[in-house]
């Protein structure tokens, strides 16, 4: 199975950082990837998808790239609404994998 | 718009069953494979199942390899999760998404497996 390894576990950040939350595949996805946020009690809400396709009605501040192995995905500048977990999901083969979270706090 | 639902969540005792269902619309369901994905409480979220358009695949976790069961039928725009032999530690919140891109979930279902 393709493993995926997402960092930092967690993040400071005051409002108004740029913040970057990475993600590694253990072999190559090409661009089989999903970005997602999670507030607590909440289904996960996808925000960008093919590693860097912006879903509808995301803001512009939220953003994705890589291919391959690495991945980034980039928040230009926290707003409040945006502490939550993030995760990446690879899904290259019939067995998708998720990344271990990201806990974004202010 | 493409609904998910799911439904069947609820208490069950340790080595107990349940059967979790998924509920599609607003798509042409028989199209797309479907994924099960789940998430115990506190942490991250784990690829539990997915199964192919037209049962072409199905594939499992090895988390519940030989105890679930995911099935679907294509006529009632419906995937089923067949829970056996339920475990403590299987415990969470239950979510069915397509496998498409981009893909869409459900609001999820809770299961919980306690004595």
């Known amino acids: 199975?393709?493993?995926?390894t997402q960092s930092p576990s967690t993040?400071?950040?005051?409002?108004?950082?740029?913040v970057t939350i990475t993600c590694q595949a253990s072999q190559d996805i090409k661009s089989f990837l999903n970005w997602y946020q999670q507030k607590p009690g909440k289904a996960?809400?996808?925000?960008i998808y093919d590693a860097s396709h912006l879903e509808a009605g995301v803001p512009?501040?939220?953003?994705?790239?890589?291919?391959?192995t690495n991945f980034t995905f980039t928040i230009s500048s926290l707003h409040p609404e945006d502490i939550a977990t993030y995760y990446c999901q690879q899904y290259a083969n019939l067995v998708d994998?998720?990344?271990?979270?990201?806990?974004?706090?202010? | 718009e493409v609904q998910l639902e799911e439904s069947g969540g609820g208490l069950v005792k340790p080595g107990g069953s349940l059967r979790l269902s998924c509920a599609a619309s607003g798509f042409t369901f028989s199209s797309y494979s479907m994924n099960w994905v789940r998430q115990a409480p506190g942490k991250g979220l784990e690829w539990v199942s997915s199964i192919g358009s037209n049962n072409n695949y199905i594939y499992y976790a090895d988390s519940v390899k030989g105890r679930f069961t995911t099935s679907r039928?294509?006529?009632?725009?419906?995937?089923?999760l067949q829970m056996n032999s339920l475990r403590d530690e299987d415990t969470g919140v239950y979510y069915c998404a397509t496998r498409a891109t981009?893909?869409?979930w459900g609001q999820g279902t809770l299961v919980i497996v306690s004595s």
């Not at chain 1, 993040?11 to 740029?18: K, L, N, Q, Y």
């Not at chain 1, 512009?60 to 790239?65: A, E, I, N």
């Not at chain 1, 994998?97 to 202010?106: D, Y």
């Open chain 1, 1 to 4: 199975d393709i493993q995926m």
């Open chain 1, 11 to 18: 993040r400071s950040a005051a409002v108004g950082d740029r």
């Open chain 1, 44 to 47: 996960p809400r996808l925000l």
């Open chain 1, 60 to 68: 512009s501040r939220f953003s994705g790239s890589g291919s391959g």
């Open chain 1, 97 to 106: 994998t998720f990344g271990q979270g990201t806990r974004l706090e202010v």
């Open chain 2, 73 to 80: 039928d294509n006529a009632k725009n419906s995937l089923s």
């Open chain 2, 102 to 104: 981009p893909t869409r």
